[in-house]
């Protein structure tokens, strides 16, 4: 990638929404349609002058400097002058953030993506594209849905966020703590995606992780983390020190049992064990108990040496305050390996029995492997089959296939 190419993009991730909700901020004769134009207008006027005279001496001030230009044309060509707000200025040093009890602006801008009215995909997808700063396609790429879905999705939400200004204005000070919850499950949905294995080592979901824990950290900085902050902060490094040892020499994903532990980062492993004790208070929540269970694996020398037991009483107090299928699938296999095999199988089969989430393939996973360790090799076939019918990743295909030899190989 050309040196014009890989500025532009660089700027593009990390200003994009910065420059669309200036520009909201900049005039009502702006919508959010037409800043996003203006903004895209602006880095293909970038992309065309770059290459032309060469990169100036200040790429990003040149890039607010053209769209506050086009804003201006704009308006004056809708004979709108009136409504410009002559007092606010769009440059990378909004004078409007320095009010503002936040000082992070991918996260004043993520307080205003949590709007309460919102449903949680659509605050994950705006927050992804205006905050995170990601392109249409990258973000269908995530969240697994098509472009077009993605698109029709924006559409439906845009007159949403005109009509209530959700990206107008910043929340107003009283109205952050309201929102911290929700901008606390915008982080960890946004981290688990970045984590999911469906694109092996893939740059992007990476970068998502990263883009998370920069957030969750710039707000634990802030007047407005909390407790529950700490703690997601704590689940999101234990999840993160284990990233170099997902994956083997030849790209192939691996399970917690087969990982190299001499590859897990003990620095963040450590960290994250300091901002856990950090977390502790009164209130306990969903988040605390998963960064216990995730402590529990960093802590353990090995596999066979995982205290599950403990973990599985973890679990059960994570059930009363968050129940949910995907819990409960954890929590089974936890009791499977705490020497518990027949409550584990009764919870593994009712969920099995659940139209919804028989069709996700991790339950038929985790049938087939504990019933190949139970010796019961047909039926570890009959799961692993199912599995390979219900995800659509490569590495996790592979990952199964090689389940599948092992079965073959003992048949």
């Known amino acids: 990638m050309d040196e014009v190419r890989l500025t532009a993009d660089q700027l593009y991730k990390t200003n994009f929404g910065k420059m669309v909700s200036s520009l909201l901020r900049f005039s009502n004769a702006i919508d ?9 207008d602006s880095f293909s006027a970038a992309l065309e ?26 308006i004056k060509k809708s004979q709108r002058f009136s409504n410009l707000f002559k007092d606010e200025a769009i440059h990378p040093d909004d004078p409007f953030l320095s009010k503002f009890p936040l000082d992070d ?39 697994g849905m098509t472009i077009d879905g993605i698109d029709k999705l924006l559409v439906r939400v845009r007159q949403k966020i005109k009509d209530e200004k959700i990206l107008f204005f910043e929340p107003r000070a009283e109205e952050l703590e309201a929102r ?31 883009e998370a824990l920069l957030m969750t950290r710039a707000l634990l900085k802030s007047t ?26 030849q790209g192939e994903l ?35 108990y998963e960064a216990s ?49 027949n409550e584990a199988l009764v919870i593994l089969h009712r969920l099995e029995a659940e139209p919804f989430f028989n069709q996700h393939y991790l339950l038929h996973a985790s049938l087939g492997r504990i019933y190949f360790a139970e010796g019961n090799h047909a039926l570890a076939r009959k799961y692993f089959t199912e599995t390979l019918k219900l995800t659509g990743s490569p590495a996790e295909k592979s990952f199964i296939l090689r389940l599948m030899e092992k079965v073959i190989d003992k048949e």
């Open 105 to 143: 602006q991918p996260l004043i801008l993520l307080f205003a993506c949590a709007h309460p009215d919102l449903p949680p995909k659509v605050q994950v997808v705006i927050t992804l594209k205006y905050v995170v700063n990601l392109k249409v396609e990258a973000i269908a790429k995530i969240l």
């Open 224 to 249: 407005i983390g909390n407790k529950e902050t700490s703690a997601l902060y704590a689940l999101m490094l234990f999840n993160a020190s284990r990233f170099k040892a997902r994956f083997g020499t």
């Open 49 to 74: 002058s770059w290459r032309k005279d060469g990169l100036p001496v200040n790429p990003e001030a040149w890039l607010f400097r053209v769209c506050k230009n086009k804003a201006l044309n704009k």
């Open 32 to 40: 959010l349609n037409a800043a996003e134009d203006l903004v895209q």
């Open 293 to 341: 269970i995730a402590g529990m694996h960093c802590s353990a020398e090995s596999f066979a040496t995982t205290d599950w037991k403990t973990i599985t009483i973890l679990y059960r107090s994570l059930l009363k305050i968050n129940p949910n299928p995907f819990v409960d699938l954890n929590y089974a296999i936890a009791l499977y390996y705490a020497e518990q095999r």
């Open 180 to 210: 911290i919850h929700i901008v606390h499950k915008i982080l960890y949905l946004i981290f688990n995606e970045g984590y999911k294995t469906s694109w092996g080592k893939e740059l992007i979901r990476e970068e998502l992780c990263e």
């Open 254 to 288: 691996l399970d917690l049992e087969e990982q190299d532990r001499t590859l897990w980062n003990r620095e963040l492993i450590q960290l994250a064990f300091m901002h856990l004790e950090l977390s502790h208070g009164e209130m306990i929540s969903a988040y605390h």
